[in-house]
Nanobody, 124 residues
């Protein structure tokens, strides 16, 4: 079984930055893809970013391209999301997710493991 724990959320003004981290325990996810999703109140959970095991293949939602950067450290079983130039519309609960497969995916149901989420609030 895999446990994922997010950290680093908080409140920031528009234009500011935050760095989210996801720590995996229980079973290493090295070799498998991981991703970040977010869910705003009253909206469906949506894809933010995904990264393959070696970190040499990443994918981003159009809404965050150029502002967010996903990375992972397989020696520490961690994944990070650097978020710059934050906007009020980035406000959401952010979730870390892990797959049982090596390929990237942007869909929620492709991910078997989920963290509990961390709140990110961007004030205008």
């Amino acid at each position: 079984q895999v446990q994922l724990v997010e950290s680093g959320g908080g409140v920031v003004q528009a234009g500011g930055s935050l760095r989210l981290s996801c720590a995996a325990s229980g079973r290493a996810l090295s070799g498998n893809a991981m991703g970040w999703f977010r869910q705003a109140p009253g909206k469906e959970r949506e894809f933010v970013a995904a990264i393959m095991w070696r970190g040499d293949n990443v994918e981003y939602a159009d809404s965050v391209k150029g502002r967010f950067t996903v990375s992972r450290d397989n020696t520490k079983n961690t994944m990070n999301l650097q978020m710059n130039s934050l906007k009020p519309e980035d406000t959401a609960v952010y979730y870390c997710a892990g797959r049982n497969f090596i390929g990237l995916s942007t869909t929620v149901r492709a991910y078997a493991y989920w963290g509990q989420g961390t709140q990110v609030t961007v004030s205008s």
